[in-house]
């Protein structure tokens, strides 16, 4: 009897911990068909009020210190600059799960089903997210929204009805920053989608985008995304590159002209990563996905998605990849997140880093903004965070960083010195023979005439340090 009561207790002891773990009462209970809930049209966030700008003195974490959507920075506005978006996949369909362990959050609204009544459950607390939030902007992936089927019709249906509440759900003001197709999780694509060595799967991969592409379209989005995740490959050995390479082009040049059919006027960006989850993928950083574009001619039709964790996944600094595809006209969006310097993988955290989000900004600002792309907070909780609040905590900080780094750049820019010290740097260059080997003018016999005559150079120092001093004073 003892014992019963005893283990009775530790029963007890069990339950009241699972409460604390998963966090909050469940205000839509679970059931295994998912039906309890029904259309259930409650609120999601009951304890978070409409977040506010508090400025830099407030201690709230559910308020901005920093970013202000309609204060005017270097003549636009913050909201104009920032054109912050939420993630779907992560914030709705991140539950913290890795390869070591199971999920550590099931957030209170879920049933553990992945149905239609459940997909339809999860885009109400979308928008009531994003409300609360006070972002224009979303971003999906096809099966993050809605359940896959048995059969593609099957699967078009059930996205069709997703689609159909997220239209009504956005209003007039809210719009995807961008749309994509999930090319990645299903094993059908293990070889790749657009790269597979089967046909079968490569036309499975162009209706899937096809469709995709319609309904981001159908809502006013204003990007397509493809992310090669696995396009590439694991060996050579198995591999004929230039045959996945020369598909890859023509599965783009299908994407462009169906696009121009439906008169979708939405801007597609490539988003380059090196590697993860395949060993090599061809997209593998700006550069080289922008000489991938130059050689099939397809430089006009697409720009860049940089993301800030891919960037130093291929030893790049983000402010690197951004300068990069700037340079050659292709900055289109950023996926907004950093990895963490001691850890080789995608670990998709929030910014927080105040001088990295400078540097990223002033590309952004040396680009006149990146409309119609802006900030897709590409970023999840950690695998420890599992507050229904942490969501909203995570998104303030990342946005409040971004804004950080804007008005630094408004103070670099208004200091001048670092302008100043790149400008005298290369002022040589501002001389008669500088404009001619500027225009492509100055040849061998002219350059070895004059390194004749100026004889050895006494050559000027590079100025790091008071470059870094400067930028330190600003931050
Ligand atoms: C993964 C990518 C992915 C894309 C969209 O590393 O960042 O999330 O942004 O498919
Ligand atoms: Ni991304
Ligand atoms: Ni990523």
Known sequence: MKAAKFSFFILCLHVVSLVVIVGIPQTCPADSSGSKCGDWAGEFFPSIPKIKYEGPSSKNPLAFKWYNPEEEILGKKMKDWLRFSVAFWHTFRGTGGDPFGAPTKMWPWEDGTNSVAMAKRRMRANFEFIDKLGVDFWCFHDRDIAPDGKTLEEANANLDEVIALAKELQGTKIRPLWG??????????????????????????????????????????????????????????????????????????????????????????????????????????????????????????????????????????????????????????????????????????????????????????????????????????????????????????GMDTMARGLRNVAKLIEDGSLAELVLNRYQSFDSELGALVEAGKADFDLLEKKAMEWGELQVPSAKQELAEMIFQSVL
Not at 323 to 336: K, Q, S, V, Y
Request: charged content about 20%.
């Open 180 to 397: 994509t197709a999930q090319l990645f999780m299903h094993p059908r694509y293990m070889h790749g989608a657009a790269t597979s060595s089967e046909l079968g799967v490569y036309a499975y991969a162009a209706a899937q985008v096809k469709k995709a592409m319609e309904v981001t379209h159908y809502l006013g989005g204003e990007n397509y995304v493809f992310w090669g995740g696995r396009e590439g490959y694991q060996t050579l050995l198995n591999t004929d590159m230039e045959r996945e390479l020369n598909h890859m082009a023509s599965f783009f040049e299908a994407a462009v002209a169906y696009k121009k059919k439906i008169g979708y006027n939405g801007t597609l960006l490539i988003e380059p990563k090196p590697q993860e989850p395949t060993k090599h993928q061809y997209d593998w950083d700006a550069a080289t996905t922008a000489n991938f574009l130059r050689k099939y001619g397809l430089l006009g039709e697409f720009k860049l998605n940089i993301e800030c964790n891919h960037a130093t996944l291929s030893g790049h600094s983000c402010h690197h990849e951004l300068e990069t595809a700037r340079i050659n006209g292709l900055l289109g969006n950023i996926d907004a997140n950093t990895g963490d310097p001691q850890i080789g993988w995608d670990t998709d955290q929030f910014m927080t880093d105040i001088a990295e989000a400078t540097l990223v900004m002033q590309s952004v600002v040396r680009n006149g903004g990146i409309a119609p792309g802006g900030f897709n907070f590409d970023a999840k909780l950690r695998r420890e965070s599992t507050d229904v609040e942490d969501l909203f905590i995570a998104h303030v900080g």
